[in-house]
């Protein structure tokens, strides 16, 4: 009994070790993953490491951690350009003619506007702290960082809001109207919940355009991920190494927004069938 159970799990193990062999040759970055890990495999057991691998896993750490500093700025970014886009998207959508003139004036201003002039801007105009009466605190520049990222991403979060709600039908207005339900009713329980569907794809893209953004924040003297490799180029002096850790800065940046455009293709493709 138990020999069957074994001889009827065999072809099953093969043929998933075949769909993952199929799947491994047929996405190219996954097998350059895999290339990658082998060859730092190799250098391990042999011990014949470059010199310039070498000082990279000695920098890894820090990289790692400016990679965070990375990830947190664009999370608060996009958390403060959510929630401000969402109410600049309500605005636009308001029957007051003044009020969707202010808002469409705010989406075009930040849509439009340079990403590295708002930080620079965000950077040198606010006070470097904040005093009230006798207490003072410190305004780090990784949050004015933040802020200068979060005005474009809130103006393209307005935008997207309003066309997430002006895609819904007027049909289904009409529907619930017709059934009693107040427009504040219809609103929150039929307009909102598809609004999330259509808007989830295009967020994601956005946060992984605020991600590739934060590369910015290098250049106000925030301590990233870049401007940690531009220490260690700085630091090593040598030239093998400077083009090592530079590539390995892309494949960090990469390998953190390539699966959300993967995931955020699906949703794209799974939403158009319904």
């Known amino acids: 009994m138990a020999s069957d159970i074994v001889l009827a799990a065999r072809p099953a193990a093969r ?61 608060l970014a996009m958390a403060l350009g959510t929630g401000l886009g969402l109410l600049v998207g309500a605005l636009s959508l308001s029957p007051a003619g003044p009020m969707r003139a202010l808002a469409r004036l705010y989406v075009q201003a930040f ?16 006070p470097f702290e904040i005093a009230i009466g006798g207490w003072s605190a410190p305004f780090e520049d990784w949050t004015k960082v933040v802020i200068g990222l979060a005005l474009p991403a809130s103006a393209n979060v307005a935008e997207i809001f ?28 039929v307009v909102l919940p598809q609004c999330l ?36 180029s700085n630091t090593v002096a040598r030239t093998d190494f400077t083009v090592l850790i530079y590539f390995t800065l892309l494949a960090m940046f990469f390998a953190y927004c390539y699966p959300i455009a993967r995931l955020t293709r699906h949703l794209e493709r799974r939403y158009a069938r319904h």
């Open 15 to 75: 043929r998933g070790l075949g769909r993952l062999a199929r799947a491994l040759i047929s996405d190219p970055w996954a097998l350059a993953a895999l290339g990658l890990a082998a060859l730092a495999l190799y250098w391990s057991a042999t011990g014949s490491a470059p010199e310039a691998a070498r000082q990279l896993w000695h920098w890894w750490p820090g990289l790692l951690r400016g990679l965070g500093m990375n990830v947190r700025i664009s999370l």
């Open 111 to 126: 849509r439009n506007a340079p990403i590295l002039v708002l930080v620079y801007f965000t950077t040198y105009v606010f």
């Open 162 to 189: 309003r066309g997430a709600v002006q895609s819904i039908p007027g049909a289904q207005w009409e529907a619930g109207l017709s059934l009693g339900y107040t427009r504040a009713q219809i609103y929150r329980a």
């Open 197 to 232: 569907r259509r808007m989830l794809a295009p967020w994601m893209s956005l946060y992984a355009s605020i991600t590739m953004s934060t590369s910015l924040a290098s250049l106000v003297g925030v301590h990233d991920l870049v401007d940690t490799a531009t220490v260690a």
